[in-house]
C-alpha cells in the first residue's frame, strides 16, 4: 500500500454511518476547557482508513486539532522514524502490534496516558513508552460456502491434504498479524516453547501455495473465495461478520496470543503536548466504546464491553509469550521461517 497523506475532517457520512449501527458518541462541547490551543497533530499509521476516520473526526471535533495522517506499512513507518527521515513532520505512531514495536522503544518518549489506571493490568504500559490501545488476537478465518466437511479448530487442522494451496497467510514482514500468528504459531504448537514449535511450521509451509503481500489479501481473499481459510486478525474476521459475509472466526484450540497494538510520541516530537493529548483521547472511555463497538476491536479497558461479533475472552484459550525473547528473536525467526517457507514451497512467487 503506498503511502498517502490525508487531513481527516468531520463529515456528515461518518456521523450517518455511526447512527446506522445503533451507537452514538457523546463528548462534551462548548466549553473552553474542552478545546486546546494547538493548530495541528502529525501521525504515521499503518491502520485502515476507514479505522482512522471516525476516530481522529471526534478527535478534531472535540479538541479543535487538526490531525494529518500518513498512512503506510508498519516496518516502512518504523524505518522512516528510525533513520529520522522527514520525521520533523511526524508525532504519533499509531499500529503495529507490541513485539514490532517493543525494538524501536528508543524512537519513543516516555509518557503515560491518564488512563493508565483504567487499563487492564495485561495491558498497563510498564515500558512507559508503548501505550496499548487494542487487544488484538490472532484467529482463523474459514469461508463456510467452501470448507465442506473438512473441520477447522486450530493449527494442527490446517496440515489436511485437501487444504492445499486453499490457506491464506500473508508472509510480508510489514505486517503485524505475520509475526503475531508466527509467534502464536511457535508457542502453541511448541506448547509453551517456541524452539519445538518450527516442526510445525516446516509442515504448515508445505501445505502453503505462494505467498500474500497484505494483511488485507488473506481476510478478503478468504470472503471472495479465493481460499478456505485464512491466518488473520479478530478485527478483520469480525468486520467481514458484520457485513453478512458466510465466514467463521476460529480460535485455535492449541492456544491464543492476543497481541496489544500499541500507540507511540515519537521522541523529539513537534506537537509534544498534542500528541500526548491524542494518546489519552484515544485510550478515553468514549473514544474505546467506539473503537470496541463500532469498528470490532477489543478495548485495552476494564470497563468498555467488546462487539457482539466477538466471544467473551474467557472462552478462548489464552496463552502467553515471552516478551523480551521475542524481540530479541524476533528477527532471526522472521528469517528462519523464510529459509523453511523457500525451502518447503513448490511455486514460491508473490501474491499481492
Given at each position: 500500500?503506498?503511502?498517502?497523506?490525508?487531513?481527516?475532517?468531520?463529515i456528515v457520512s461518518l456521523?450517518?454511518?455511526?447512527?446506522?449501527?445503533?451507537?452514538t458518541l457523546s463528548f462534551n462541547k462548548g466549553t473552553d476547557n474542552d478545546v486546546i490551543d494547538y493548530e495541528q497533530l502529525n501521525?504515521?499509521?499503518?491502520h485502515a482508513v476507514e479505522f482512522l476516520s471516525p476516530i481522529i473526526a471526534e478527535f478534531e471535533s472535540r479538541t479543535g486539532i487538526r490531525v494529518n495522517i500518513k498512512t503506510g506499512r508498519t516496518d516502512d513507518l518504523l524505518s522512516k522514524i528510525e533513520k529520522r527521515q522527514n520525521t520533523d513532520d511526524v508525532d504519533i505512531m499509531w499500529g503495529g502490534s507490541l513485539s514490532v514495536l517493543r525494538p524501536y522503544m528508543n524512537q519513543f518518549e516516555e509518557y503515560s496516558s491518564v488512563n493508565e489506571p483504567y487499563v487492564c493490568d495485561e495491558y498497563n504500559n510498564v515500558e512507559g513508552m508503548l501505550t496499548r490501545f487494542v487487544d488484538v488476537p490472532s484467529v482463523i478465518i474459514v469461508n463456510l460456502d467452501l470448507v465442506g466437511d473438512v473441520e477447522i479448530k486450530g493449527?494442527?487442522?490446517?496440515?489436511?491434504?485437501?487444504?492445499?494451496?486453499?490457506?491464506?497467510?500473508?508472509?510480508?514482514?510489514?505486517?503485524?498479524s505475520y509475526h503475531d500468528h508466527l509467534i502464536n504459531m511457535l508457542y502453541a504448537m511448541g506448547k509453551g516453547k517456541p524452539e519445538n514449535g518450527w516442526g510445525y511450521v516446516v509442515d504448515f509451509c508445505r501445505n502453503l501455495n505462494g505467498q500474500l503481500y497484505s494483511a488485507s489479501a488473506v481476510y478478503q481473499g478468504v470472503a471472495d473465495g479465493e481460499f478456505v481459510a485464512g491466518l488473520t486478525f479478530e478485527e478483520a474476521a469480525?468486520?467481514?461478520?458484520?457485513?453478512?459475509?458466510n465466514i467463521e472466526i476460529v480460535y485455535m484450540k492449541e492456544g491464543v496470543l492476543s497481541a496489544p497494538e500499541c500507540i507511540c510520541l515519537?521522541?523529539?516530537a513537534p506537537n509534544m503536548e498534542n500528541g500526548k493529548a491524542f494518546i489519552d483521547f484515544v485510550t478515553g472511555y468514549d473514544a474505546q466504546r467506539l473503537i470496541a463497538q463500532n469498528l470490532n476491536r477489543r478495548s485495552v479497558r476494564r470497563d468498555v464491553e467488546h462487539s457482539k461479533y466477538l466471544i467473551d475472552k474467557e472462552k478462548i484459550n489464552i496463552i502467553y509469550s515471552d516478551s523480551e525473547l521475542v524481540s530479541s528473536m524476533n528477527d532471526e525467526w522472521v528469517q528462519h521461517f523464510m529459509r523453511i517457507y523457500s525451502e518447503n514451497i513448490d511455486n514460491y512467487n508473490w501474491i499481492d
Open positions: 500500500m503506498k503511502s498517502r497523506f490525508f487531513v481527516a475532517t468531520i456521523v450517518l454511518a455511526l447512527g446506522c449501527v445503533g451507537f501521525i504515521y499509521s499503518s493449527y494442527e487442522d490446517l496440515l489436511n491434504p485437501k487444504l492445499r494451496g486453499k490457506i491464506a497467510f500473508c508472509t510480508s514482514s510489514a505486517s503485524s469480525a468486520k467481514l461478520l458484520s457485513e453478512g459475509e515519537v521522541k523529539d
